[in-house]
């Protein structure tokens, strides 16, 4: 699924004075590019809301669209407002990016008085922009108490392979007693990179 927005370039528009207009300043970017463009910041807040980063929001230029994917939003710490954002642009090579998951079915051991502890809600693969699924497919339907689905054990669309380890947990049947201890051991793992950012990009303010 895509989203669609209109930008526009900026040709020396003060950043500050778009966002008094209602503006939300940004960049659209890639290893070959790299464009000052803004947009709507209400249209933007829109349909952020439903894409989030996982998919892609075609920017609908003067001189034509551009699909790209968010890849941070910078918030006014008091007003709580994007003040800025990111705009990869894709092209035809792969791209790491988080697509959601979607769990189905009912644990056997959920039956058996067991809780399920989704892990993950996304998973970080590597995809083709032509190929971007719009979430995966988890049945967790099998699972007993004390089993648990790794990132190997992923059905993945054609075209999609795991950015992460495979080993990764990605939900797990638990007995109601351990639900903390699993949720300290999430709590440890590596952090997904931000895409939310707080403050304010200083080279924009200049």
């Known amino acids: 699924m895509e989203y669609r927005i209109k930008a526009y370039y900026r040709e020396g528009e003060k950043p500050q004075a778009l966002r008094r207009a209602g503006k939300l300043p940004g960049v659209m970017y890639n290893k070959s590019l790299n464009r000052k463009v803004y947009v709507d910041l209400s249209e933007f807040d829109k349909v952020f809301r439903q894409a989030s980063i996982h998919h892609v929001i075609v ?122 201890k699993l949720a300290a051991e999430a709590a440890e793992a590596p952090p997904e990179p931000e895409v939310i950012k707080k403050g304010k990009k200083e080279e924009e303010e200049a």
């Not at 800025?84 to 058996?112: I, K």
């Not at 790794?150 to 351990?178: F, M, S």
């Open 59 to 180: 920017l609908e230029l003067p001189d034509g669209e551009v699909p790209t994917l968010v890849r941070q939003v910078n918030l006014n710490k008091r007003r709580r407002r994007p003040e800025h954002v990111d705009f990869f642009v894709l092209s035809d090579e792969p791209v790491e990016m988080y697509v959601p998951l979607r769990f189905v079915g009912t644990p056997v051991g959920v039956r058996e008085g067991g809780v399920l502890q989704e892990v993950h809600r996304d998973i970080l693969v590597r995809v083709s922009p032509r190929n971007i699924p719009e979430f995966i497919e988890v049945d967790v339907s099998g699972l007993g108490i004390g089993d648990s689905l790794h990132a190997a054990d992923l059905k993945l669309p054609e075209g999609v392979k795991l950015a992460i380890n495979p080993e990764e947990t990605i939900a797990a049947v638990v007995p109601p007693e351990d639900v903390e």
